[in-house]
């Protein structure tokens, strides 16, 4: 195979996760172990970058900066979460790579960005130039198909199973089986997130808390819930309650109150599947009820992120990078496999970006008890392994010292693009 | 000064804080120095346990789990937020004391316990009973007067301000100018901890988030709201509000939808200042917003607590063992002081129970600045010490590790009370 001379450009997409910086610092690192690579060019807000040119060096950044990467939230080239929406985006974005000699692009995103990398792949192939475009898979949801799993989703249910054993902690202190607590978290479409909350019961203790979990996809019955509710609250001091932002009715619409909003981004906002459900607790049941909600600040709870996932994340990152120039491969998205052993071993793969579906990986139905509100050992034996190690940050004056980019930019060499 | 000899006595009472179990560690562990302290007793839910004799022996407890005590959240021998309601509550706990030897009774509470506690002790030597009673102050709200700050408020806000640096990362990723994010911290009647997110500045950068700072000290305004939000987004890429719970109108209505609904303790329940922002931000700005609410999962927070603050809850709970029985002081309540020195350092001292006020200590009006949404350079110099260093937890498969007390129940040896 013969080496494919040039530079690379890499850019992150969708909502952050607590790794996806790590992801980054994966391929920038292997990125300066090939001699082909020449420049190592980060594209600011994804796409849209790309789009308007707006480039940074990111050889220029200092060996502390790359490494704070793999301890910061948020997304540290800056996000959108823009697909391409006309051919001329696709036009665009080629010309760009051609102006600044990029030869590799590397695009961290979640499934709707691998159906628009195939697409720019299929026209750089046929104009005839020459570049590799690999998908790096990121999302807190775990929703992306053809990988085990997905950078982003260790980290998140970490934090939230952390959560529930100390709201547990705290809510058994309180309680006098006349105590319901509710912790909402994210998840629009699968129950992935909160599923994940199971994994703060020890082993062999199926009455430790989360004692309900709701999933977006097991319909609300109010009257089963009510139920569900009275029955944990005969046996324990309280009930403990993790809901997914998506929860839906007998109907197929969300329970949240806030459904008819639709934030910038035409995404219906889901705000109240935990207030909703207080409501319900206190005038069905008549007991105090309390709701949490993390939204932005699980996600971003980087203090708190799985060293696997963040291991994982990394891995991806540079797996791009060896697959693109040692392999020579383009139109694929890295995915994380399990290797055949005894124990859990990550190892990654490749999928052609063609056949990463678009719809979300769907939680597995067989994983969920027949109870509807709790998790079987399956899906326990398959999320342990995401959220082991805890990742060091770096700390000054008691708060966590987080990644600023110099982000110095390159010049622009052609006329500006109206998106 | 001749010592005492008897039994102890150690309870917990009001909400939990992510160090309240540290200060009980304190108390067991300096118990154990003094020979004239027979046996170590926890009561079960504060004073309920002391009424129902619902004691436990914590000399019977490992030696891991009371080190354990200082990592774990919640109120380990359970809580209650039940104080004194009539004389023959007075009159029932001293009938317990002296069933079971009780000389020393340590009590790790609120304001109000400490006047219950008072009359308590002031019994005690009408009756001719010699015993000793010492409040241990605690409170994620930072409200009781007479101490410089109260154990459990530095882990409180560091959590706080570590949630805001993360949220602001993953902010600063998706924003262009466009974009208003909530965190609504506790707070019923003062701004304290909303106030203490401002340390997630860094130092000279005022312009750094939390932009805005909503303390119930101040009544809201929409109109001025709506133009400091206005003028953060022409400024900065997103803005990011923090809210204490406690917020009021221009009426002193609170402005929680929610606040309508009280709990089984008669407390006014507050959820929805942040969702009540997002409304105003979206209707009336028309951007994209998201709240979050941390509510009981930001008091447990322990994964996050603050070393320093973990560290004189403990000092506060061997202090008051050392002062009961070393300077046979009863009627006291131990307060936190600052050494007169170049540097933080931290003193405990005694304050007479009469002398704590019931009325909350106010966040000073000359901290907040002129903006009304920002604190100022002194109240930053107040709280940074609060918040450093972090705790160890004990982790195990991937998720913290928290205490679980044997509880070994003591006989009863009265007749059953009626609370």
Known sequence: MSELEGNCLVCQSGGPTAVIN??????????????????IYGGLNGVVGVLNEDLVDLAAESQQAIRLLKSSPGSALGTCRYVFKKEEDLERALE????????????????????MLDKLDALAKEQGYEMRVIGIPKTINNDISATDHTPGYGSMIKHVA????????????IGEGDYVSILEVQGRNSGWIAAGSTLAKRRDQPHDPPHIILLPEIAFDPEKFVADVQKVLAREKYCLIVVGEGLVDLN???????ASSTDAFGHVQLGGAGE???????????????????????????????Q?????????????????????KSGKMITLQRAEADSYKCETGWVDLADV???????????????????????????????????????????????????TRIDKVLPAYEI
């Open 22 to 39: 790590a992801s980054l610092a994966g391929v920038i690192e292997e990125a300066l172990n090939h001699e082909c690579i020449e420049e």
């Open 96 to 115: 760009v790579f051609k102006a600044h000699n990029i030869r590799y692009f590397f695009y961290i995103g979640d499934s709707e960005s691998m159906a």
């Open 162 to 173: 952390t959560t529930v054993r100390e709201m547990a902690a705290d809510n058994e202190s």
């Open 252 to 258: 197929g619409n969300y329970v949240s109150a806030k």
């Open 276 to 306: 909703f459900l207080r409501g319900i607790v206190e005038t069905r049941i008549g007991v105090s009820a309390r709701s949490c909600k993390l939204g932005v600040a699980g996600r971003a709870a980087t203090h708190n992120a799985s």
């Open 308 to 328: 696997a996932d963040s291991d994982e994340a990394y891995l991806a990152g540079s797996a791009a990078v060896v697959q693109a120039v040692e392999n020579g």
């Open 357 to 407: 579906p678009a719809t979300s990986k769907q939680l597995p139905a067989e994983w969920i008890n027949d109870d509807g509100v709790s998790m079987n050992f399956p899906f326990v034996k398959y999320a342990t392994p995401l959220i082991q190690g805890e990742v060091n940050l770096q700390w000054e004056n008691g708060l966590p010292v987080f990644v600023n980019l110099k982000a």
